[in-house]
């Protein structure tokens, strides 16, 4: 397949990944009146101890009939209110549940099934369409969003989600000169390759200085207790050996269905540049796992990745160019692993050196069940050996 222009897949030089729309402009029909009013006081229904309760007396809306009229904003923010819901219902309460009542089931399975992607929360309804700017006429930036949807609440879990609101935005930039390079290597144009790689290297250096101010938005104890656990699935949980029953979903006949959770790994910048700088992972259990957790991504947005890993003959043309081309090439690539060493970094603090005190929460593993030291170590020590 040809690598078509960013606005094919819905993507933007401005926005990248992000959802092309605010959610706090989109409005959902009066039959989730009910709906978004849980998910308005989720924090405090949390709170009281007893979420289910309160959630198992939530009706359901005629999804159906939403699902035949309702534009992709409409489908996007609907899926965000029940994923967050869905996640209080299983986690929010000190034992796990393994079964989702139908008044929850039902409506998020027929949402996700029209999306494209498995019905439990992922990066794309935790962190790219859950925002909003305060002033629509400036910038995605710390200072001007505001997190729409949240669990407990508070300062650390708005500042979690921002700070990957705001890495995804700049990223935008990043998959514009990725589409570019493939088409000037694909040209012979050396000269264009090496100015817009100096560009790309600039805009990893944003990102990568983005993401080396985490620490002062979220703290890693207050991540660990009070954020991380919500974020979990249900695959390769101890604390849900066998995954969760989606009451009155027919197709599952009853039978529990096991699903990872929700993870930055889901984010789809980093495979992005993989595939235009052709880094390649060997093959093992943690290449299966990368495989897995793309079929957790928009549709559109794994098809940006699958055309760009076939589109990209970066690598190839810049090893018959000149030692600057080059250069400029291997910079580009340090610049994604230094995201990855980060990222490792991150992971250690803030969930591997933590001591676990709820059911589900391990530190062992990821929120996507994955054993996510070695993994993350693993393709950053690949990733930086595959200069050129």
């Not at 991504?297 to 160019?321: C, G, K, N, W, Y």
């Not at 996510?372 to 693993?378: A, G, N, S």
Request: net charge negative; with cysteine.
């Amino acid at each position: 397949m040809p690598l078509h222009d960013l606005a094919h897949y819905g993507l933007s030089a401005d926005r990248g990944f992000l959802a092309p729309y605010e959610i706090d402009e989109i409005v959902l029909p009066g039959g989730f009146a009910p709906v978004e009013a849980a998910a308005a006081k989720l924090s405090g229904l949390v709170t009281t101890g007893r979420i289910r309760h309160w959630l198992d007396a939530l009706p359901m809306p005629d999804i159906d009939a939403f699902l035949a009229t309702a534009s992709d904003a409409e489908i996007g923010r609907a899926m965000l209110r029940y994923s967050f819901l869905v996640q209080a219902y299983v986690w929010g309460e000190p034992t796990p549940l393994a079964r989702l009542p139908a008044n929850l089931a039902v409506p998020f399975v027929a949402l996700a099934d029209r999306i494209g992607f498995p019905p439990v929360m992922n990066y794309a309804g935790y962190v790219l369409d859950n925002w909003y700017r305060l002033d629509k006429s400036g910038p995605i930036a710390l200072d001007n969003l505001v997190m729409d949807q949240h669990f407990a609440g508070g300062q650390d879990e708005n500042g979690f989600v921002l700070m990957h609101v705001v890495i995804e935005a700049q990223a935008g930039r990043a998959l514009d000169l990725a589409v570019k390079l493939v088409r000037a290597s694909d040209g012979g144009d050396a000269a264009t390759v090496e100015a817009l790689l100096a560009k790309m290297h600039r805009v990893w250096d944003a990102i990568n200085a983005t993401f080396d101010r985490m620490a002062e938005q979220c703290d890693p104890y207050i991540y660990f207790n009070r954020i991380r656990p919500y974020l979990n699935g249900w695959k390769n949980n101890p604390a849900m050996p066998d995954g969760l029953i989606y009451e009155g979903v027919a197709r599952f006949e009853g039978k529990p269905q096991a699903l990872r959770g929700q993870t930055g790994s889901q984010s789809s910048i980093v495979p992005t540049m993989d595939a235009l700088f052709q880094v390649v992972h060997s093959g093992d259990e943690l290449r299966d796992l990368l495989l897995e957790l793309h079929q957790y991504r928009p549709r559109l947005h794994r098809a940006f990745i699958e055309d760009m890993q076939a589109s990209s003959r970066l690598r190839s043309f810049a090893v018959t160019q000149s030692s600057s081309l080059k250069a400029a090439f291997n910079a580009c690539v340090e610049q994604v692993a230094r995201f990855r060493s980060r990222h490792l970094e991150y992971a250690a603090a803030y969930i591997n050196k933590q001591a676990s005190n709820a059911a589900g929460n391990d530190p062992e593993l990821g929120t996507g069940g994955t054993p996510f030291m070695k993994y993350l170590k693993k393709h950053r020590d690949e990733n930086r050996a595959q200069v050129i």
